[in-house]
C-alpha cells in the first residue's frame, strides 16, 4: 500500500510539473520548445489575479470541530512553485484518522481550480473549483467513485469568517446533489 500511495504521488507530481511548466510557458507566451530559464521566467503566477483565490486559506492552522469544539487537527496551506499552486498538509489527531494531502492548481485551457486529495487509507478526492461567493469562498466539487461503480458528490465550502478564522464544511450527496449530508464542519483558526 505504501508502494501505490508513493507511486500515486509521483504521477501526480509528474503531472503537477508538466502542467505548471504547460502554465508558466502560455503566461510568457513562449513556445513549446524554449528553454525557459529562471533569466527569462518571471513569476506568472504571481501576476495574475486568479492565482490570488485561495490566499485567504494560505497559513497554519489549528482546526476546530464546530459540533463539539474538540480541536481535530492542523493544516498547513502554502503556495508553492512561485503562486503557481498550493499544497494543504492536514494532520489528523485521533488516533483512527490519516493524514492528508490536497494540491489545488489553476488550469487555465478550461480556467477552472482543481483539487487533488489523497490519504493514506483513501478514498483519492478529485473536484474543480464550482462557485466563488460574493464575499470571498469558494466551493470545490467532484464525484467520487467507488469500486463496486457506484459513485457519490462530494463538496467543500471555504468561508474566511475574517483573517484569521475559516469555516470550511464538507458535504455528500448519494442522491445526485437533491440532498446533502455534512460530514465534516469545522473552524480553521490562524496559528499564532
Known sequence: MKHLAALLFLTLSILFFAQAAQVARAALRLPENHPATSDTVTHPCEADPVYHTLDFWVGSWDVYDNHNRSKGGTDVVEKILQGCAIIENWHELSADGADGKSLFYYQRATKSWKQVWVTAVGPIK??????????GGVRFQG???????????????LTPIDRDRVHQVIEISRDSGRTWEVTFDAEYRRQK
Not at 127 to 135: A, C, N, Q
Not at 145 to 157: A, F
Open 143 to 157: 464525484e467520487i467513485p467507488h469500486p463496486d461503480g457506484k459513485s457519490h458528490l462530494d463538496r467543500t465550502t
Open 126 to 135: 478529485e473536484k474543480k473549483l464550482i462557485e466563488e461567493f460574493k464575499h
